[in-house]
């Protein structure tokens, strides 16, 4: 089975503090992705990347950027975290783009104080 | 821009009902369709993934269905359980997923 795991469930952050959420997966998928989750606004894309050190802006990569140094791990980096940055963030990865199925962690409930 | 809608936001059915969950989008040009499911606090788990080249799929007592040129998918639950409470969420997939917000099912004993 894929197994795509977030090194967090819980985060408390203060405003203006730099955070990392960490992704790693364990089946060689060459693609990997970001989300945030609101509610009212469903799962919103933020970075995604099909390879190691490539990287892909989504839909809404304000006020984040992401890490791929080895391809089974993908950082998203909140460089001054922000109370509006509070939500529930989602990786996944893919053995391919387009059209695979893509693979869900748990999660991170992060909160911005 | 795609976009894609569930229709009932929220369902709650008794335990054994057969139940259909909505799913529509505005642009046909889709390489799939994925449906999810989330429990209270976790992450998507892939339930079914229907081919654009497809018009179902089946799973157990999940089958979901496909019609590109309505730009509709439909899930059918059949016998629901109380286990089977959760979000479902519908994907289209073209260059990448775009989600529905979910329909919140309730299956109660």
């Known amino acids: 089975d894929v197994k795509v795991t977030q090194s967090s469930r819980y985060l408390v952050k203060r405003t203006g503090e730099k955070v990392f959420l960490e992704c790693v997966q364990d089946m060689d998928h060459e693609n990997m992705f970001w989300y945030r989750q609101d509610p009212g606004l469903g799962l919103r894309l933020i970075y995604f990347?099909?390879?190691?050190?490539?990287?892909e802006k989504g839909d809404i990569p304000e006020g984040y950027s992401v890490s791929r140094e080895k391809k089974e791990r993908f950082s998203l980096i909140l460089e001054s975290a922000s109370t509006n940055q509070t939500s529930m963030y989602l990786c996944a990865s893919s053995l391919l783009a387009g059209g695979n199925i893509q693979y869900f962690g748990a999660g991170t409930r992060l909160s911005v104080l | 821009k795609q976009e894609v809608t569930q229709i009932p936001a929220a369902l709650s059915v008794p335990e054994g009902e057969n139940l259909v969950l909505n799913c529509s989008f505005t642009?046909?040009?889709?390489?799939?369709l994925q449906w999810f499911r989330q429990d209270p606090g976790k992450g998507l788990t892939s339930l079914l993934l229907?081919?654009?080249?497809?018009r179902e799929q089946t799973s157990g007592r999940l089958n979901a269905s496909l019609d590109k040129s309505s730009g509709r998918s439909t899930l059918y639950i059949a016998a629901s359980q109380p286990g089977d409470s959760a979000t479902y969420l519908c994907?289209?997939?073209?260059?990448?997923?775009?989600f529905g917000e979910g329909t919140q099912l309730t299956v109660n004993p």
């Open positions: 642009d046909s040009a889709i390489y799939n």
């Open positions: 990347s099909y390879d190691v050190k490539m990287k």
């Open positions: 229907i081919q654009s080249s497809q």
């Open positions: 994907a289209s997939s073209g260059s990448r997923l775009t």
